[in-house]
Nanobody, 120 residues
Framework: QVQLVESGGGLVQTGGSLRLSCAASGRTFSNAMGWFRQAPGKNRDFVAAISWGGGRTRYADSVKGRFTISIDNAKSTVYLQMNSLKPEDTAVYYC??????????????WGQGTQVTVSS
């Protein structure tokens, strides 16, 4: 089992930045970590993923060049640095974990989500 707890969401203006954190506990070492998001009335979509060792990453095209995923193994924490935010980035952001998360799969483990709102 893996437990995930997100933090760092909030309200920001267009063009601003936020950093999300996800603290992982349990059997973390065999899992890739990542982020998904879900806007009101829409599907939950992939945002970014990183291997547990940090050497491999994957991003959705919509966030490439603006978002950066990173991991601190000593703290068992994954981060999502979000820059140049747009109103369309408004969503609930979910941390996720799965051994195959660097492939397009539906993750096994989820956090509770954190709201990000970008005002225009």
């Amino acid at each position: 089992q893996v437990q995930l707890v997100e933090s760092g969401g909030g309200l920001v203006q267009t063009g601003g930045s936020l950093r999300l954190s996800c603290a992982a506990s349990g059997r973390t070492f065999s899992n890739a970590m990542g982020w998904f998001r879900q806007a009101p009335g829409k599907n939950r979509d992939f945002v970014a993923a990183i291997s547990w060792g940090g050497g491999r990453t994957r991003y959705a095209d919509s966030v490439k060049g603006r978002f950066t995923i990173s991991i601190d193994n000593a703290k068992s924490t994954v981060y999502l640095q979000m820059n140049s935010l747009k109103p369309e980035d408004t969503a609930v952001y979910y941390c996720a974990a799965d051994p195959q998360l660097l492939s397009p799969i539906w993750p096994k483990y989820w956090g509770q989500g954190t709201q990000v709102t970008v005002s225009s």
